[in-house]
């Protein structure tokens, strides 16, 4: 398994400025994932993560919106830009951990847009 | 979710047995997990399904039939605290797809 630490843990925004979210991982990891969950729904995947590459990012999600950086083997980042309340949501990161390849989740960040 | 169909909710009580059922797009498919994921919170990994049958893990057991693309989870004993969302997840190619999940109440 791996301790995922996320920062912030909740934010309150206005409209049209940017937050960027830190996942923390306690051991060395290739791939990262960031999902987000609307409120009431199952999880998405925004994009994968990994070290030394451009993220890959899923249908309906764009680096513009959400530029990713993975700097090393633990530490990712997600910025959510120009923000709007549509984007109101629980943003979470993931790393593939276990010996069945299950992915293990931080606590998620929890974004309120104003 | 992608093609991925599971019960909105369900209720049971304390101390029983409940099965939630989940079908799912064949096509791509690599194995299937089951997670739990209570409210406020984030999911947690509960059982992963590659080969057809029965893995059984305390009161959780999983079962899946790659023939027919369904899957089922059963919470044996239940406890209050089983109160929560299950989310059947399909792996396709290392990326998981998410069903909408299924709430369950467990009442006393």
């Known amino acids: 398994s791996a301790v995922i630490s996320q920062k912030p843990s909740r934010d309150i925004c206005q409209r049209g400025t940017s937050l960027t979210i830190q996942c923390q991982v306690d051991?060395?990891?290739?791939?990262m994932f960031w999902y987000r969950q609307q409120p009431g729904q199952s999880l998405t995947l925004i994009a994968t993560a990994n070290q030394g590459s451009e993220a890959t990012y899923e249908s309906g999600f764009v680096i513009d919106k959400f530029p990713i950086s993975r700097p090393n083997l633990t530490f990712s980042t997600l910025t959510v830009s120009n923000m709007s309340p549509e984007d109101s949501s629980i943003y979470l990161c993931?790393?593939?951990?276990?010996?069945?390849?299950?992915?293990?989740f931080g606590p998620g960040t929890r974004l309120t847009v104003t | 979710g992608q093609n991925i169909d599971q019960p909105t909710e369900m209720t049971a009580t304390e101390g029983a047995i409940v099965q939630i059922n989940c079908t799912y797009q064949t096509s791509g498919f690599n194995g299937l997990f089951w997670y739990q994921q209570h409210a406020g919170e984030a999911p947690t990994f509960l059982s992963y399904n590659v080969l057809d049958g029965l893995e059984e893990k305390g009161r959780f057991s999983s079962f899946l039939s790659r023939s027919k693309g369904y899957s089922y989870l059963l919470l044996k004993e239940l406890q209050m605290k089983d109160s929560a969302s299950y989310l059947c997840v399909r792996n396709q190619g290392g990326k998981l797809i998410f069903g909408q999940g299924t709430e369950l109440s467990v009442k006393p």
């Open positions: 993931s790393v593939v951990a276990g010996v069945s390849g299950e992915q293990y």
């Open positions: 051991s060395q990891v290739t791939m």
